[in-house]
């Protein structure tokens, strides 16, 4: 039972015991206020129970590699990135977050979206536009994400590690509330979007960018 409480005004009434408090990934540090346990809540939580929702944020692949192999530099598996012609269907950018127009030219190459190498830092293959391509700064889910019926959600944790339980296969139409309900959690760092169907990196959700 969870209930607002003047005595707790950082967080609200809990009224089982912390362990209970604890399994939820959204609440932590269990207090006592007025004589009951009182949870803090994280920032993003809070900010949604006071009707300010935090937007999920879709993110460009990392600007950096992206130019990197555009000029031909090493992929993450230490190749020049494949050259093709897109046929104007699922072959999703990486970078603008948009298919990739037909006959327009794109980059086949692997990736590995983890700041270093442990067990969870899957490489796979992505595309890019193989002309300079004006990175997502766009508001909402983006036209790349609308492409298919269905994708894989999975969350992470601030030290790269998949958080088990966590990966859903959701409709396009679900997509960003299953993203939301993730992020609202204190124990996700981000969100990762892979295809349905052959697991490829699509784009990362943050809470900012
Ligand atoms: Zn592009």
Do not use: H
Request: with cysteine; net charge neutral; glycine share 8%.
């Amino acid at each position: 039972m969870r209930a607002f409480n003047r005595d707790c005004p950082r967080g609200i009434m809990w009224g089982k015991d912390k362990t209970d408090a604890d399994a939820d990934g959204g609440l932590k540090k269990a207090q006592v206020s007025g004589g009951k346990k009182c949870i803090a809540l994280n920032m993003s939580i809070q900010e949604t129970l006071r009707g300010k929702q935090m937007t999920p944020v879709y993110n460009p692949y990392d600007q950096e590699f992206v130019r990197l192999v555009r000029n031909g530099g090493p992929d993450a598996n230490g190749q020049i990135a494949e050259r093709s012609v897109s046929d104007g269907a699922g072959n999703p950018c990486r970078s603008c977050l948009k298919d990739i127009p037909e006959s327009a030219e794109m980059l086949i190459l692997a990736a590995r979206p983890f700041p270093s190498l442990q067990p969870y830092a899957e490489t796979g293959p992505i595309f890019l536009c193989a002309d300079e391509c004006s990175p997502w700064d766009g508001q909402g889910v983006p036209p790349v994400l609308r492409s298919s019926p269905d994708y894989l959600l999975k969350a992470y944790s601030e030290d790269d590690r998949i958080i088990y339980g966590t990966g859903k296969i959701v409709t396009t139409g679900d997509l960003n509330d299953y993203a939301l309900a993730l992020l609202e959690r204190s124990n996700v760092a981000y969100v990762d979007v892979r295809s349905a169907r052959n697991n490829c990196f699509q784009t990362r959700i943050t809470r900012t960018r």
